[in-house]
C-alpha cells in the first residue's frame, strides 16, 4: 500500500513539474514582442571602438549581455535626449538586472562629437551607459552596417547644424544576433518588457 501511494505521489509530482515546464515553454513559444522582431535572428553587425577610457568596446565581448543600441548625437535637441531618457528609465526599472544590460550611443556627426565628448554626453544620463565616436571612415561601414541615415538639416543658430538621422533603437541578444528594433516613440514599458524577456532566454 505504501509502495502504491509512493509511486502516485511520484507520479503526481513529475506531472507537475512537467506541466510547469510545458507551461513555460508554451509561454515562451508565444510570447508576443513589442518591437519590429527581425526573422531569422542575425549576427549583429560588429563594432570594435575605443571607449573614452581606452579600453575596446566590442560587441562580441559583451555577448552574454543584452545591448540595447541607439545611432544619435549630442547637439540633438529632442529625439536623442528623449530616448537615452527611456533608456534611463529601462535601466533603472531593471534594478539589479541592468548589469545584463549595455546602453550604447554611436554618434552620427563625429564631426563634432568626440569620443570625450560623446562619453560625457550619455554619462550624464547614467554612468552605465557608453558613447562612442571615431573618424567618419572608422563609423561608415558601421552606419551602414545598420542602415543608418544620417545628413545635415538647415543651420540651427545655436548647433551651426542639426542632422537628420534614423532614429530607431536596436537590440542586441546575448548570442549577439540583432532581435529587434523600435521606432521613436515608442514607449519605454513596451521596451523592458521585451528585454526582460531576453535576459530570461
Not at 571607449?51 to 529632442?78: I, R, W
Not at 544620417?150 to 532614429?167: E, P
Not at 541578444?173 to 530570461?200: C, S, W
Request: net charge negative; proline share 3%; with cysteine.
Amino acid at each position: 500500500m505504501k509502495a502504491r501511494t509512493v509511486l502516485v505521489l511520484t507520479v503526481v509530482v513529475i506531472l507537475g513539474v512537467a506541466g510547469v515546464y510545458l507551461g513555460v515553454q508554451w509561454a515562451d513559444a508565444n510570447y508576443e514582442y513589442q518591437g519590429s522582431l527581425i526573422e531569422p535572428a542575425m549576427p549583429a553587425f560588429p563594432i570594435a571602438l575605443a571607449e573614452s577610457d581606452g579600453e575596446l568596446f566590442s560587441l562580441q565581448a559583451h555577448q552574454g549581455k543584452v545591448v540595447m543600441l541607439y545611432f544619435g548625437y549630442t547637439n540633438c535637441p529632442d529625439l536623442c535626449p528623449a530616448t537615452l531618457s527611456d533608456f534611463k528609465k529601462i535601466h533603472d526599472s531593471l534594478g539589479e538586472r541592468a548589469d545584463e544590460i549595455e546602453f550604447v550611443m554611436v554618434t552620427i556627426d563625429p564631426e563634432r562629437d568626440t569620443l570625450e565628448k560623446t562619453a560625457q554626453y550619455v554619462s550624464a544620463f547614467d554612468s552605465s551607459f557608453i558613447g562612442l565616436s571615431a573618424s567618419e571612415t572608422d563609423l561608415q561601414d558601421i552606419w551602414d552596417g545598420y542602415f543608418v541615415f544620417r545628413a545635415k538639416s538647415g543651420a540651427d543658430s545655436a548647433a551651426g547644424y542639426l542632422m537628420d538621422h534614423t532614429t530607431r533603437t536596436y537590440v542586441i541578444d546575448k548570442q549577439g544576433n540583432l532581435r529587434l528594433t523600435y521606432p521613436f516613440g515608442i514607449e519605454y514599458q513596451a521596451m523592458l518588457l521585451d528585454v526582460e524577456h531576453l535576459l530570461d532566454e
